[in-house]
């Protein structure tokens, strides 16, 4: 299986301030083949299920604010709100989807400072 | 708009079957897609249970082949779980989810959830 290690595994940071959250997979989640990184990240809000927020580890999702960016290759990829704001509070998750099993990250806890 | 609903028992005993379905309205499952269904314990992360297609591949996660088993009312829209054998383990929010396209196996979108409840 590959993992996936998320960092930190939770975060405060201030309303309009930056706020970075790290995944990094145990193998490359890269084809070369299509030169795609096989990545996506979530949001998850208390109560409900997980929104998609970013795939192809840098491609927003339509209807996700620009504040929300992806980055990274191979092994180690970064989700960047760039401007956090209230609704932005919840848990986020990386998931690989490179094989079988498809799976996710431990989960990282953004919280307003 | 695309909408998928779980529904099923809230709670089920030990050493039983958890049988749980998804209904999707709004697109047809035998269209396309791979439609699956992914858990997530109390407090805990996300687990990939299964996905499967209308022509009738199916793809279960290794750590749960031998108890899973996801089958499809294509004349209801519908696609269902069972989990055999179930166990405290097995207590989680479930949903049910359609991955964006056959070949990249993202969520774009997802049910609500339900939560099962494994005791005696």
């Known amino acids: 299986d590959i993992v996936m290690t998320q960092s930190p595994d939770s975060l405060a940071v201030s309303l309009g301030e930056r706020a970075t959250i790290n995944c990094k997979s145990s193998?490359?989640?890269?084809?070369?083949?299509?030169?795609?990184?096989?990545l996506a990240w979530y949001q998850q809000k208390p109560g409900q299920p997980p929104k998609l927020l970013i795939y192809?580890?840098?491609t927003r999702e339509s209807g996700v604010p620009d504040r929300f960016s992806g980055s990274g290759s191979g092994t180690d990829f970064t989700l960047i709100i760039s401007s956090l704001q209230a609704e932005d509070v919840a848990v986020y998750y990386c998931?690989?989807?490179?094989?079988?099993?498809?799976?996710f990250g431990q989960g990282t806890k953004l919280e307003m400072k | 708009q695309v909408h998928l609903q779980e529904s099923g028992p809230g709670l089920v005993k030990p050493s039983e079957t958890l049988s749980l379905t998804c209904t999707v309205s709004?697109?047809?499952?035998?269209?396309?897609?791979?439609w699956g269904w992914i858990r997530q314990p109390p407090g805990k992360g996300l687990e990939w249970i299964g996905s499967?297609?209308?022509?009738?591949?199916?793809y279960y996660s290794p750590s749960l082949t031998s108890r899973v088993t996801i089958s499809e009312d294509l004349s209801m829209n519908q696609f269902s779980l069972n989990l055999k054998s179930v166990t405290a383990a097995d207590t989680a929010m479930y949903y049910c989810?359609?991955?964006?396209?056959?070949?990249?196996?993202?969520?774009?979108?997802w049910g609500r959830g339900t939560l099962v409840i494994v005791s005696s």
């Open positions: 193998q490359s989640v890269f084809y070369n083949s299509n030169n795609k990184n096989y």
């Open positions: 499967f297609y209308h022509s009738g591949t199916t």
């Open positions: 192809w580890a840098s």
């Open positions: 709004g697109y047809s499952i035998s269209s396309d897609y791979y």
């Open positions: 989810a359609k991955t964006s396209s056959t070949w990249s196996w993202y969520f774009d979108l």
């Open positions: 998931q690989q989807y490179y094989g079988n099993p498809y799976t």
